[in-house]
């Protein structure tokens, strides 16, 4: 079992920024694939960004390419999603999942997920 306890998310405005982290417990993550889906009001759940803990690759959505940033703390055991320039259309809740089949964009193939952590964008 891993757990996945998410940092809060807060209220900024257009233009701002904002960290959010997801601290894992229970397991060792060396052959894991952690990532930030975020899910709107009325829409699916999509993948933001993901990260495969021993390799530390990267993969971002195209919507967030060059605005968000995620990172990796090993022995810390957390994942970082740096959030740049934050535009209204970011505002989700947010949440970090992890699984240990490689990257995937599917959120039915993550095990493990956090409470979800909400961020406001206004404009």
């Known amino acids: 079992q891993v757990q996945l306890v998410e940092s809060e998310g807060g209220l900024v405005q257009a233009g701002g920024s904002l960290r959010l982290s997801c601290a894992a417990s229970?397991?060792?993550?060396?052959?894991?694939?952690m990532a930030w889906f975020r899910q709107a009001p009325g829409k699916e759940r999509e993948l933001v960004s993901q990260?495969?803990?021993?390799?530390?690759?990267?993969y971002y959505t195209d919507s967030v390419k060059g605005r968000f940033t995620m990172s990796r703390d090993g022995p810390k055991n957390t994942v970082y999603l740096q959030m740049n320039s934050l535009k209204p259309e970011d505002t989700a809740d947010y949440y970090c999942?992890?699984?240990?089949?490689?990257?995937?964009?599917?959120?039915?193939?993550?095990?493990?997920w956090g409470q979800g952590t909400q961020v406001t964008v206004s404009s």
């Open positions: 999942a992890a699984q240990s089949r490689g990257l995937s964009d599917r959120p039915y193939e993550y095990d493990y």
């Open positions: 229970g397991r060792t993550l060396s052959n894991y694939a």
């Open positions: 990260i495969t803990w021993s390799t530390q690759s990267t």
